[in-house]
């Protein structure tokens, strides 16, 4: 019975388009980070000759620029050739994995979520499960599969995905930047553990209330509210948000709390089996009928 959830679920989730697209849409936000880095580094450097013959006409502007990294304020000169050593190659290569990274872990997220829409509730909605239930499919087999595939694809892609970034950011600059393989699957797995949690307990609210969408807003708009919020609060540390902090750290300084990473994993993992397992217990709660009524028995 396992195996035919299993099946099932892979029926529902490759029809119509959905891998397929979840897949390109990963691509397409893994490489558009680096690739805008690199333009826009270009763009910049084409500045330096009308900042030369500004300054030789009289006309030379004093440009002053502070940017705040990991708490600590780094001042970039007095003018404007100081500034745009900040769009140097160098400069620009972590930071657009770090956007690569952002968008693999919020925008491929909300895609993701949109897309499983049906089976993250819409067949509780609908009511689509009457009969197989009533045919004697457990809450334990109808829930399983879901919590085995989807969060199982989420990671794989935001994984992948990681991986692309950092091979197209490898290519673009060249010579300049040298990604260092141990720190790049770091980011990886923390990419694919954070996701695979988030479509976790989208699955969870999605099949315990039976209304995916709410469940989709909840956690596109919630998720940063929760972050800034453990960071202001100082727990950044052995909890899902810190995966996010942890990967960035990892790509502008190259290395990691190892300690922290692995904590936060483990406790990570351990939520995903209690979503499961709140989920079964709230699905068999519920009394379904024919006439569409639902209701917790106590």
């Known amino acids: 019975m396992l195996k035919t959830g299993i099946k099932k679920e892979l029926m529902f989730f490759t029809r119509s388009f959905k891998m397929a697209g979840i897949i390109i849409a990963a691509v397409v936000l893994a490489v558009a980070s680096p690739l805008l880095m690199k333009l826009s580094g270009l763009a910049m450097s084409s500045l330096d000759p009308m900042d030369i013959d500004n300054s030789q006409n009289g006309n030379y502007r004093d440009v002053s620029l502070q940017v705040n990294i990991n708490d600590e304020y780094m001042s970039y000169g007095s003018d404007l050739d100081s500034m745009l050593s900040l769009f140097e190659d160098e400069n620009l290569a972590p930071l657009g994995l770090i956007s690569a990274f952002g968008d693999l872990t919020n925008t491929l997220l909300l895609i993701f979520m949109i897309v499983t829409m049906y089976s993250a509730g819409g067949e509780l909605k609908k009511r689509s499960m009457i ?7 457990s809450t334990k087999l109808y829930v399983l599969p879901k919590f085995l595939v989807y969060p199982f694809a989420a990671a794989v892609f935001a994984f992948g995905g990681v991986l692309v970034s950092g091979l197209v950011t490898a290519i673009v600059f060249n010579g300049v930047y040298e990604i260092n393989m141990g720190s790049l699957m770091q980011v990886a797995l923390t990419a694919a553990v954070y996701d695979a949690f988030i479509v976790t307990l989208y699955f969870t609210l999605g099949l315990c209330t039976a209304r995916a969408g709410i469940a989709t807003i909840i956690l596109y708009g919630g998720s940063a509210i929760l972050s800034v919020l453990f960071t202001s609060l100082g727990a950044d540390k052995f909890q899902p948000f810190a995966l996010k902090t942890m990967a960035q750290d ?3 300084e190259g290395e990691a709390d190892l300690i922290n990473l692995f904590g936060s994993i483990g406790v990570t993992v351990l939520l995903m089996l209690l979503c499961y397992f709140v989920t079964i217990f ?11 009524e639902e209701g917790i028995e106590l």
């Open 282 to 292: 709230v699905i068999s709660a519920k009394r379904t009928d024919n006439r569409g």
């Open 250 to 252: 990892i790509l502008m």
């Open 131 to 137: 009969i197989p239930r009533n045919a004697g499919l």
